[in-house]
């Protein structure tokens, strides 16, 4: 009976020492079996991780409360890979939409696209202009490809303004046929001929039929000049 007090307090002790002993058995299987999860940083993290970030979560909230206060750094880090993970999700929802909106102008080349396709183009490089950093990071490609493709039709639209300028320039001499032409028309067939060979090659390309005519109608100049 004398030594009541010390048992009390030897059994208060081994109490403590118990419960201790729970508390780090908790933290130490947590710890174990979110081992992987827990390696993960924001910069390392997936969509793909979701699963085990929650479920990391949810064995969180099951911890006594000293387990809890003791784990509360690992908790920090969870919180974070949630959040990276739900912005990632988020990014990837503003990529699919945008893939998905501009899928037809998408799927164009520098070889297939117009002119008329410059409003399309125009809408996507202004939609892509709007989307979050990571978005556009993600989207490089298709923004390369958007610039490419209003790149070519700005050149196309200068070749078309080439060709309409050379019909409009030339238009009395391009309405003459080899059977109306006269000697008097000379100089104007030799003005249009020199305009073509300054144009460029697209220019001049599309403009064969004219520059054909123009070819008959110097000739038949020639031969009635000769008689």
Known sequence: SALTTEKALL?????????????????TNF????????????????????TTV???L?????????????????KALLD????????????LVEVSA??????????LTVSTVTITDKTSVNLALSAYNNLSTSAKNALTTEKALLDSLLVEIVR???????????????????????????????????TALS????????????????KTLLDSLAVEITNQQAI
């Open 11 to 27: 059994d208060t002790v081994l109490v403590e020492i118990t419960r201790q002993e729970a508390v780090l058995l908790e933290i």
């Open 31 to 50: 710890q174990t079996i979110h081992s992987t999860t827990l390696l993960l940083t924001t910069g390392t993290v997936k969509i793909t991780d979701k």
């Open 54 to 56: 929650n479920t990391a």
């Open 58 to 74: 949810a064995d969180y909230n099951l911890l006594s409360l000293d387990a809890k206060s003791a784990l509360t750094v690992e």
């Open 80 to 91: 974070s890979l949630l959040t990276e993970i739900q912005r990632l999700e988020a990014v």
């Open 98 to 107: 945008f893939r998905t909106t501009h899928s037809t102008v998408l799927s």
């Open 156 to 190: 196309q639209e200068a070749i078309q303004a080439e060709v309409s300028k050379f019909k409009t320039d030339h238009a009395y001499v391009l309405a003459l046929t080899p059977s109306t032409v006269t000697i008097s028309d000379s100089a104007k067939v030799t």
């Open 195 to 210: 305009a073509y060979t300054s144009l460029s090659a697209s220019a001049k390309t599309i403009l064969l039929p004219q």
